[in-house]
């Protein structure tokens, strides 16, 4: 049903029967807004927002940290309305505008990389709402073309998240799952509204905490790779033993974590290069 949705979309824009950033109406369009900044958004994620009748956007899942509303309301030429988690988990009754309306629901990275979204696309499906996905960069490959990891070595990932009591065991056994099978970790840090932007060192001392009740230890000595502000002029990447990364300081947000397996030399060459990694983890060739 979506790709001749889709098909008919494009075959009318082809012909010049939709202006270009005019949207269907009774659509909804999942665009994503990139990883820093306003400028961050693609050509076809500008003109569905300026084609739109109304726009929403949510920030708990991700959030640029190099813009604000304001400017990006000036860029985009729209007034763009804010979603809160209860709205997009609990009560999405926003989601009724788009049966007769062009709605253009704007998230950061990627549009379609929180299951969240996933989910929303199918209540809209059920509702009898067209959708459409314009996909814009993500955190999963630009942790790549930072670090010099290569995607494919990359396992389940996992997301530490603020602590209400004991630290949440979940990511730690995801780690160490995909250490068994010699594959990296990519940890998506905590947002709440209430308690702000984890950082990286509190990730690694939620983490270590875990593994202070466990009898067989993973990462006491092991490498990490700290990424900060991904997606702007100057992102920090870091790699170190996690003693020391622990204490490093990543500055403003947001940051994210990198748990590697055995590395490629050409991973651990660009470790070093790149990441200030410290150059005993060269393999000897």
Request: aromatic share 8%; net charge negative.
């Amino acid at each position: 049903m979506f790709m001749i949705v889709s098909t008919v979309w494009d075959t009318c824009h082809a012909k010049g029967l939709i202006p270009a950033g005019k949207e269907v109406p009774g659509m909804l369009t999942f665009a994503g807004l990139g990883l820093f900044d306003e400028k961050d958004i693609t050509l076809k994620g500008l003109e569905a927002v300026r084609g739109a009748d109304i726009v929403y956007a949510e920030f708990y899942t991700s959030a640029l940290m190099g813009t604000t509303i304001e400017k990006m309301e000036k860029l985009y030429g729209k007034k763009i309305r804010i979603l809160h988690r209860e709205d997009i988990e609990q009560s999405p009754t926003w989601l009724l505008d788009a049966k007769d309306k062009n709605v253009v629901l704007l998230t950061g990275g990627d549009a379609m990389v929180a299951t969240t979204h996933v989910d929303l696309r199918l209540r809209a499906h059920e509702m009898g709402i067209q959708t459409r996905i314009i996909h814009a960069p993500s955190i999963s490959s630009a942790v790549c073309g930072l670090t010099g990891l290569q995607n494919y070595r990359f396992g389940k990932s996992a997301t530490v998240p603020f602590p209400w009591g004991r630290p949440a065991a979940t990511p730690y056994d995801v780690i160490r799952k995909n250490l068994e099978n010699d594959l990296h970790t990519l940890v998506f840090l905590d947002i709440d509204r209430e308690k702000g932007y984890m950082t990286l060192n509190q990730a690694l001392e939620l983490l270590l905490e875990v593994e202070s009740t466990r009898d067989k230890k993973i990462l006491g000595d092991s490498i990490a790779v700290g990424i900060a502000r991904a997606g702007s002029d100057s992102p920090l990447i870091k790699a170190d033993y996690i003693g020391k990364l622990r204490e490093f300081g990543f500055g403003e947000p947001l940051h994210i974590l990198v748990i590697p397996a055995s590395l490629h030399f050409i991973e651990a060459e660009a470790l070093v290069r790149f990441a200030g990694a410290p150059p005993e983890i060269m393999p000897r060739r």
